[in-house]
């Protein structure tokens, strides 16, 4: 699958971040905050910006472990599962669209203003149509089409000039606002800012709940950290000055206006209520007159225009890993081979933005969906943090979040107890979530869970330290009983464990009434014997093993009890004559009593794994096996590349257009399992296991998937006998426990 490029430096992920964060979430929302808690509005952001901190230290750890496109999504992916994963991608993927259609929203309310304002400057009455709802939805469309479409023309998307000249902007609002406060502030502050708390803690924490998407944004520098230079470096000082720069706006800012916007007589919370989208315009005006609001004006557009772009740009990227996983439609990781940009990924995520733009009519209860989406996507991220750092020592390089694991358990605390707080206080921002997560996994479930896994299963295979960022140890148990093939099984089983986290259990199951007339054990030898060949394999394979040697009576019940009793996620038996070992029915009861994965070798005399170089693998389109499959290539083909083909045995009467089609899904579903391209090969035939066999002898090891009839039904059918009769190629077949 294709790689971004790094072409992002420390400069331009600052400014990513300060795009997302500064000026948008602030001018839009600050009303709600002096309307729900007063002058102490700074308060709120100033304890947001505190939690923000906190959370960005863990995002910077998590990022510089995992420098990939996709921020939490990817952090829940390598330390959690596949599952947990895509509920995490889809809230936060839903969470960005949100809030590019809240900025495209506020944008074009600011815009709308604009316009009005310069028909008064020229004296004229404004049309009614700028008035008008369709007029904004219009501006609000046109600003998503056109951040999309310089998304697909550059990596960065622009806007680096607009997010460092609203920086300027806020700043001259800062320094005028100070010097009148010094120089000509005839009011005391303590009765412009009083009652400070005008709601008391209960108002500031409701305003603190509304806001904290204001301070939102750093987490998109995580988001895109596949195209970043040096991410170990950049990204932890690009997350924490970007929210220094808005700590530095927000707070002076916040107080300037409180304490010099309000009128005689008038209270920082009644301007608001009487101004709520443009109170920030209407203060400023108070004490720099109509050069001010204008300048607020300009500060908001760009402000909003720069957060829809950032945002946009993170959902994106967001849906781009989620479709290289394949929790999202594989059509979406289409990327542009000059420019390097995910289009399929830009695209569906502007026809989302659109479709949310009609349905979302009520901007605060957007925002505050936003914000609870974010805390609860932040808690995540804190106590993957703590996980990950348990189970695996960071690199060398990496970022460490100081103070561990304190700073991250703060964090989760805070992210959680704010969200339980804005889901019961804003009961819309609670549904919405709630049907957003009902819609995604039903679609999980229904079409992106199989090929997700697919791939998840073969990532686990080549990533070893994925597994082990999961708190994995799989473990394959070997029953071996001819010293002949001890060695071939251990080398299949070495193929099957991931490196350094699996382990592999070889078991020698000793007939207790085996003693011959003196006493001797004959059994005993070759038990011995077995286990010996086996681990001198596994020393030079470096697989962890164990071996384990016990007395039964009869050997298939006991292999059935240690699977259980030691928790084996797969069971590894061989076999030199299929007809009579897997015709009988004793390898098929114990199939059917295990609860685990089942693979069984079928191999000629002194063949090796290593001897492989062409494998086959049929195709019926059934599934089921997929998932076991995935890993036993992935693992194959980390220890090298070979030769293998997909092959699939359509009936004479297929079409062109269908075999071509099943051509295309074939190198698909080879690249997804293998991590290569593979050969494709359908061939017409009304005699499957004829042409079956032809092209099997064509190669030097079959990959056969076997077809569990019920819950706890394996049968050998005659297709996989006669596969095998006497054949000078290899089978592995490959059973998933259901």
């Avoid at 100033?46 to 960005?56: D, E, P, Q």
């Amino acid at each position: 699958m294709p790689a971004s490029q790094r072409t992002i430096g420390l400069f331009g992920a600052t400014l990513v971040g300060i795009g997302a964060i500064v000026g948008g979430g602030i001018l839009v929302l600050a009303g709600v905050a002096f309307q729900e808690t007063g002058p102490s509005a700074v308060l709120a952001f100033a304890f947001n910006g505190l939690i923000a901190v906190i959370t960005a230290l863990t995002f910077a750890e998590m990022s510089s472990a995992f420098p990939e496109n996709g921020g939490a999504y990817t952090f829940a992916k390598r330390v959690l599962s596949v599952r947990s994963a895509f509920a995490v991608g889809w809230v936060i993927w839903f969470a960005y669209i949100v809030a590019a259609v809240l900025y495209a929203l506020g944008f074009a309310a600011y815009a709308v203003e604009m316009f009005v304002g310069l028909f008064r400057l020229l004296g004229l009455e404004p049309p009614a149509f700028l008035l008008a709802r369709s007029f904004t939805m219009l501006l609000a469309v046109v600003a998503s089409a056109f951040y999309g479409w310089s998304l697909l023309r550059k990596t960065t998307g622009g806007g680096q000039s607009a997010s460092i000249a609203k920086v300027a902007i806020f700043a001259l609002l800062i320094l005028v606002g100070l010097g009148v406060m010094l120089f000509e502030g005839n009011n005391p502050p303590q009765a412009v800012l009083s009652p400070f708390l005008s709601a008391g803690g209960l108002g500031l924490v409701m305003a603190m709940g509304y806001t904290f998407i204001a301070v939102q944004g750093f987490d998109l520098i995580a988001a895109i950290a596949g195209e970043v230079k040096d991410p170990e470096r950049t990204i932890p000082k690009a997350m924490l000055m970007s929210l220094g720069v808005a700590m530095a706006v927000y707070l002076p800012l916040l107080m300037v206006v409180a304490y010099l916007g309000p009128g005689a007589g008038q209270s920082i919370g009644e301007l608001s209520a009487a101004h709520p989208e443009t109170v920030m315009a209407t203060a400023v005006e108070h004490y720099m007159g109509p050069f001010g609001y204008w300048l607020v004006v300009v500060a908001a557009i760009l402000s909003t225009l720069t957060a829809l772009q950032a945002n946009y740009l993170a959902a994106s990227r967001i849906a781009l890993a989620m479709a290289q996983d394949r929790t999202l439609p594989h059509f979406i990781e289409e990327v542009d081979k000059e420019r390097s940009t995910p289009t399929m990924a830009i695209y569906v995520t502007g026809l989302a933005i659109f479709a949310s733009l009609i349905l979302l009519r009520d901007l605060s209860s957007a925002g505050a969906a936003a914000s609870l989406i974010f805390l609860i996507s932040f808690a995540l991220a804190h106590m993957i943090n703590y996980l990950a750092r348990t189970r695996v020592k960071p690199k060398e390089n990496a970022f460490r979040t100081p103070f561990f694991p304190l700073i991250p358990a703060l964090g989760f605390v805070a992210c959680l107890l704010l969200a339980i707080f804005q889901a019961v206080a804003v009961p819309l921002a609670g549904s919405i979530t709630l049907i957003w997560l009902g819609i995604g996994g039903v679609l999980y479930l229904s079409l992106f869970s199989k090929r997700a896994e697919v791939v998840d299963a073969h990532a686990e295979m080549v990533s070893p330290d994925l597994v082990q960022f999961r708190g994995r140890s799989p473990l394959v148990l070997i029953p071996v009983a001819n010293p002949k093939n001890a060695s071939t099984l251990m080398e299949v089983a070495a193929a099957l464990t991931p490196p350094a986290v699996g382990r592999a259990l070889l078991l020698s199951v000793v007939n207790a009434n085996g003693a011959g007339e003196n006493g001797e054990h004959p059994h005993l030898d070759a038990a011995q014997s077995s286990l010996y060949n086996a681990l001198e394999v596994a020393l030079d394979r470096g697989c962890q093993t164990e071996a384990l040697m016990t007395l039964a009576d009869d050997p298939w019940p006991e292999i059935v009890r240690v699977a259980e009793t030691h928790r084996c996620e797969s069971l590894l038996l061989g076999s030199t004559n299929v007809v009579e070992d897997l015709g009988g029915s004793q390898v098929e009861r114990l199939l059917s009593r295990v609860e685990c994965d089942v693979v069984v070798l079928r191999s000629p005399d002194d063949w090796h794994l290593s001897d492989a170089e062409k494998i086959l693998v049929p195709t019926r389109g059934r599934g089921g096996h997929d998932v076991l499959r995935a890993r036993l290539l992935g693992s194959l083909m980390r220890q090298k590349q070979r030769d293998v083909t997909f092959l699939h045995i359509a009936s004479g009467q297929t079409s062109d257009a269908q075999v071509a089609q099943i051509g295309e899904d074939l190198v698909r579903l080879g690249r997804e399992e293998t991590g290569f391209e593979v050969r494709a090969e359908v061939i017409r035939s009304d005699d499957v296991n004829v042409t079956l066999r032809e092209q099997s002898l064509q190669n030097d090891l079959l990959v056969l998937g076997l077809q569990r009839q019920g819950r706890r039904d394996t049968v050998f059918g005659e297709m996989a006998l006669a596969l095998n009769k006497d054949a000078p190629y290899a089978t592995i077949m490959i059973s998933k426990q259901r």
